[in-house]
């Protein structure tokens, strides 16, 4: 797999198509589990109630979907949507095996969702935004398709604000990260795209600006575990100015 002879878009597909299998298992080895106690986080703020609906974009293997499922019930409506069949047939088994029809998982791009506007009350991202060929332009689209007054919710990977700390934080994600990829899913090169994605990925101040500057208000920003990931929320408004 040659980066350098794909795009952006290209690369990342084939990264997740191939990790798929032990994707799961990854996400909670390399976050030492924080990532669930993340999610977490982001479900108390959302405080998702029955009845209610929710996109979830590049939803992986579905795990946010799912959670979401769980809140609104039967009679409420979840879309996962990802780019990534091979993430997305886990997400089936995992979906199925819990019982949760209301979630429907669909094979989309984060770059044009397939929905009308003003379709969704929460529209999520949860470790993908780094991911996407252009943020503002996925950002748009999930404020595109929420209700007036809806929540547009980005959990991401940041950057520890503590010079130490940023430092440590560093050295595992560069070093000793990519070499955990090799060993427990033999996957050197497509974890060694985990740091390069955060490189030139805005920090949680940036990315709060960004949210402002696509249109959504009362933005609010949460640094979790130190900064290694950040909690962004922003409303779409009522009525548009």
Not at 37 to 66: F, H, P, Y
Not at 68 to 85: H, N, P, R, T, Y
Not at 139 to 151: A, I, T
Not at 217 to 241: D, F, M, N, P, Q
Request: with cysteine; proline share 4%; hydrophobic share 40%.
């Amino acid at each position: 797999m040659e980066k350098q002879k794909l795009s952006k878009a290209e690369y990342v597909h084939q990264v997740f198509e191939s990790i798929a299998p032990k994707y799961d298992l990854m996400n909670t080895l390399l976050s030492f589990r924080r990532h669930k106690a993340w999610r977490k986080v982001a479900m108390r703020k959302m405080n998702v109630q029955a009845q209610e609906s929710a996109i979830d974009i590049c939803c992986g293997t579905g795990d946010w979907a799912l959670s979401i499922a769980e809140q609104v019930g039967e009679k409420g409506k979840v879309i996962g949507l990802d780019f990534s069949e091979n993430m997305l047939k886990i997400g089936e088994q995992k979906r199925d095996q819990r019982g949760l029809s209301q979630v429907k998982l669909v094979h989309g791009d984060a770059m044009k969702l397939p929905y009308e506007e003003d379709s969704f009350d929460y529209a999520t991202i949860g470790f993908a935004l780094r991911n996407v060929p252009d943020i503002r332009q996925v950002l748009s689209e999930m404020k595109r398709v929420v209700k007036p007054g809806g929540m547009v919710i980005s959990l991401e990977l940041s950057k520890p604000v503590w010079p130490p700390f940023r430092a440590l934080y560093f050295l595992y994600f560069n070093r000793i990260l990519p070499a955990l990829g090799q060993l427990f899913a033999n996957r050197y090169e497509q974890y060694r795209w985990l740091p390069e994605s955060l490189k030139h990925f805005p920090d949680s101040q940036e990315l709060a600006k960004i949210f402002e500057e696509v249109g959504l208000h009362k933005v609010e920003t949460r640094l979790l575990t130190g900064g290694i990931a950040a909690l962004h929320i922003g409303y779409k408004r009522t009525t548009e100015v």
